[in-house]
Structures are given as C-alpha cells and as structure tokens.
C-alpha cells in the first residue's frame, strides 16, 4: 500500500502501567485521535518513547493499532538506530506488518558523513519496500543531511518523504521546492508557518490535546482562509510552548493523565513532567475550550 504523506499525524505516546505497555489505555487514545480527524499515527517514535522499547514491545504496539483501526488506517512505524545492520534488520520486521511508511531517523551519536547518511537511509529502503519518510532532527541525531544528499535519497522510489526539525524557513523552501520530498513539519511552533510556506502536513506531539483544532488550522489553510487559519494557530502557541516546556512526552503525558487516557509514567532516563509544568499545560489547554 502506498500512502501520500500529508495532512496531521500524531506520533502516539506509549502508556504505560509499572513497566508494562498499556495497550488498552493505547487503543483507547488511538480511538480518540482518529474520531477527532487526525490523518495517521506514528508508533514508536521520539514521542513514543521508541528507544526505551524494545523491538518486540514497538511490534506490539504497531499491532496493538492497527487491532483498533483496521487495515485502511495510516499507520507509520518508527525506526531508530545507530548502526545499519539493526535498522536494516529491524525494518524488515515491521515490513511485515505493512506499515503506510517507515519514520527512519538519521542514525544518532556517531556522526557519520553524508556518503554514510545516504547509503544508510538507501540500505533501509532496499530492504523494506516500504514508503520511507526521513526523520531530520539534528539537534537529537547529531548530525545535518544536506539539500544535495536529500535530493539524492529522493530518487530512490521508496524515500518519499522527510519530517523536518528545527529547519530555516529557507531550508524549508529549499525541501519544499527543489525536492519532490513530501515535507511533514516535525516543529510543533513551526506548524501555521510551515503549511503557508507549502509542506504537506506535521507530525506533532502536540497534536495529542485538541487534536480537532489542528485538522481544522490544516483544513481552513487548504482553503484559503488563511485570517481564520492563523487566528487559530496563534491561539494554540500556549499550548504547544507549554507541551514542550520540559523533555517531550512528559508534559503531553501529564495533561492526557489529567484526562485519564493514560497514565502520565514515563520510563527512564525520562522522568514525569513537574506539578508547575503540568500546571501550565492544563492551563494553556482550558484557555481554548472556547474553541
């Protein structure tokens, strides 16, 4: 199944219960952001806690899912390794499950060249014959894949798409107009400027806490009604500077706790957001219920 990347995804928190996935607490919220129009989800990613998981804990998260959504739902797959042979390896698996795409991020840590980024990304996507999104996000990976490397990558037919961190608006123009690349903005404050600009959707974390409110900015830019549009987007900046004011899920997942969707425990390194943060939140999160 191929899929055309756009629209607003959200890469779905892992609840969990002491040290055990919550895969009712998972189905349940997966539920929820699909009935309010969220385009597809990502498991297993940066959101996810992907790198606490284990490769068969972020299978059965996939498969946990795709039990609650059916076939047809967009899912993506996260994908994060250091060295070539594991995420090589590790895509195949999740191959299996036919995934709409594989989130594949830069390889952290070791730095490689951009020979290495490429052969890497390439290596992937031979062996998975899934649609591949590359995960841009120099400031986790360490290292930066440059317009020309990208404009190589994109001529493979399975790399069909980047999500893009911490980018210039140039840079994202760049992407946008010298790539056939799908381009999906992965900076949550970045969302409104990055749709006007010509991207193709987001991947938010954000997105998890009204999440109609997103589908409706991305619907209203679709068209044209870009004062309604941006109003919108201003009013959601609290939220989303709050949902990132400590390390990413914790402050989403204190808020979803408050909900009681899930709970808001995190697995170390990573540790619950604190009571002012989730104070915040909760607060950014009541000045839209007019909305």
Known sequence: ?????????????????????????LAQLARHLADQGITGLVSGATTGEGCSLSPAERIAVFETLRAQLG????????????DTRSAVQEARELARLEPAGLLVTAPPYLRPGQEGLRRHFEAIAEASERPLMIY???YRSGVNIELDTLQTLARHPNITGIKVCGASVDHLMRLIHETPLRVMIGEDSQFFAALCLGAHGAIAASAHLRPDLWVRIHRLLQSGQLDEARNLGARLQPLIRACFAEPNPAPVKAVLARQRRCSARLRLPLTRATPACRQAACAALEALHDL
Do not use: K
């Not at 076939?71 to 250091?82: I, K, V």
């Open 1 to 25: 199944m191929q899929h055309t990347f756009q629209g607003i995804w959200v890469p779905i928190v892992t609840p969990f219960s002491g040290e055990r996935i919550d895969h009712a607490a």
């Open 71 to 82: 076939p047809d739902y967009p899912l993506m797959a996260g994908l994060c390794h250091s």
């Open 136 to 138: 841009d996000i120099p």
